[in-house]
């Protein structure tokens, strides 16, 4: 099932590079997060590419835009009911978002002293869980963490010599039973318009 949702994303983030790199329509970002959850922490790479499908006003726009992170969890990586066996350090975070952005950078035609933008989506999370230590009367911790579900994201940004800087929330919600004690993947990214 996950590798069918993975397929799925992966298609839908590539329709945007169907379009000339230089168009009005397609923008794009690098940047860093942080991601974090109940017993976890992670830090990753992320890319941002973003297509202006709508263009509501001179300054206003819908968007379908991801904000593909890759990077490792942070900390210990260890379950205790595997017998000592370290997990994997590697984190993926993938979100898919219809978002509205207003004001700066909405396109590439809009120069104000601030942008604004706001998502809501569907993404999936995959990384490890630092050290679990469970006792032998508790209910086991899944090692892995698989979470898929609603992705709301807010973000500001604003010019920075003739490129943007951004700032963006995101929550996760997590909507499967695979990981019942984590709620949902909280993200804090800094991203760097490269276009």
Same mark, same amino acid.
Request: charged share 10%; glycine share 10%.
């Given at each position: 099932?996950l590798?069918?949702?993975?397929?799925?994303?992966?298609?839908?983030?590539? =329709?945007?590079?169907? =379009?000339?790199?230089?168009?009005?329509?397609? *923008?794009?970002?690098?940047? +860093?997060?942080? #991601?974090?959850?109940?017993?976890?922490?992670?830090? +990753?790479?992320?890319? @941002?590419?973003?297509? &202006?499908?709508?263009?509501? *006003?001179?300054?206003?726009?819908? *968007?379908l835009? @991801? &904000?593909?992170?890759?990077?490792?969890?942070?900390?210990?990586?260890?379950?205790?009911?595997?017998?000592?066996?370290?997990?994997?350090?590697?984190?993926?975070?993938?979100?898919?978002?219809?978002? /509205?952005?207003?004001?700066?950078?909405?396109?590439?035609?809009?120069?104000?002293?601030?942008?604004?933008?706001?998502? =809501?989506?569907?993404?999936?999370?995959?990384?490890?869980h630092?050290?679990?230590?469970?006792?032998?009367?508790?209910? +086991?911790?899944?090692?892995?963490?698989?979470?898929?579900?609603?992705?709301?994201? +807010?973000?500001?940004?604003?010019?920075?010599?003739?490129k943007?800087?951004?700032?963006?929330?995101? /929550?996760?919600? &997590?909507?499967?039973? #695979?990981?019942?004690? =984590?709620?949902?993947?909280g993200?804090?990214?800094?991203?760097?318009?490269?276009?």
């Open positions: 099932m590798k069918k949702y993975t397929i799925v994303l992966c298609n839908a983030l590539l =329709i945007p590079f169907t =379009i000339s790199a230089q168009s009005n329509h397609f *923008s794009h970002a690098i940047g +860093a997060g942080i #991601y974090t959850a109940k017993q976890f922490l992670g830090a +990753a790479a992320v890319y @941002s590419p973003r297509f &202006n499908f709508l263009h509501l *006003s001179d300054r206003s726009t819908l *968007s835009e @991801s &904000n593909i992170a890759a990077g490792m969890s942070i900390g210990d990586n260890y379950n205790s009911n595997t017998g000592g066996n370290s997990t994997s350090i590697f984190m993926l975070n993938v979100p898919v978002l219809l978002s /509205w952005h207003f004001g700066h950078n909405a396109t590439h035609d809009v120069h104000k002293k601030i942008g604004y933008s706001a998502g =809501i989506g569907w993404g999936f999370h995959n990384s490890a630092g050290i679990v230590e469970v006792s032998e009367d508790e209910e +086991a911790t899944p090692a892995q963490i698989h979470v898929s579900g609603l992705s709301l994201s +807010a973000g500001v940004c604003w010019p920075v010599g003739k943007t800087l951004g700032l963006r929330f995101n /929550w996760l919600n &997590n909507n499967n039973q #695979y990981n019942a004690d =984590i709620k949902g993947i993200t804090i990214c800094l991203d760097y318009g490269i276009n």
